[in-house]
């Protein structure tokens, strides 16, 4: 997910939708009423149909929905969404992390030692939320797998090819 560099001033939103255990839609507290889809930034949750997906969902449900939180926008990804740290109290990406909802996405998050790399280190070594599983599988290959299953199953003639 190649990230578009954006030097965006943070501003002050309510979340209106949590889509996954990293993704959330807010409305801009400004006149505009404006709605965004974000990112958290530096993390990754389970997919909704893999273990822990919903508990992802629903943990990040009661942390912000129909709160007033801090956006602090990092970039913009190629799905256009904002990529952003999102701040209520707590930092709610870590919070994610600490809790064990989500991984911390090392592809974004390079420091051996950073607050995620520590806060998800914590979490496995509790064995708190994902971790609870002896071997739970990572959102980005889950999605590696998924999408390799779908291009042998289209393939071999069980899917429609969509261009048909």
Not at 33 to 58: F, H, W
């Amino acid at each position: 997910m190649p990230l578009i560099d954006c030097f965006l001033l943070l501003y002050m939103a309510t979340v209106v939708k949590v889509h996954d255990g990293d993704t959330l839609t807010i409305e801009k507290d400004d006149a505009d009423k404006s709605q965004v889809v974000v990112r958290l930034n530096r993390i990754d949750a389970p997919e909704l149909k893999q273990p822990y997906g919903i508990e992802s969902r629903n943990y990040l449900i009661d942390l912000v929905l129909t709160k007033e939180v801090r956006v602090d926008p990092i970039a913009k990804d190629m799905y256009g969404r904002e990529v952003a740290d999102i701040f209520s109290e707590i930092n709610v990406n870590r919070k994610m992390v600490t809790a064990g909802m989500a991984w911390r996405y090392v592809k974004y998050d390079k420091e051996k030692y950073s607050d995620l790399a520590v806060s998800e280190q914590d979490a496995r070594d509790a064995h708190i939320g994902l971790w609870q599983d002896a071997n739970p599988k990572a959102p980005w290959i889950y999605r590696k797998e998924q999408k390799h299953i779908h291009r042998k199953m289209q393939k071999q003639g069980f899917l429609l090819d969509e261009t048909r």
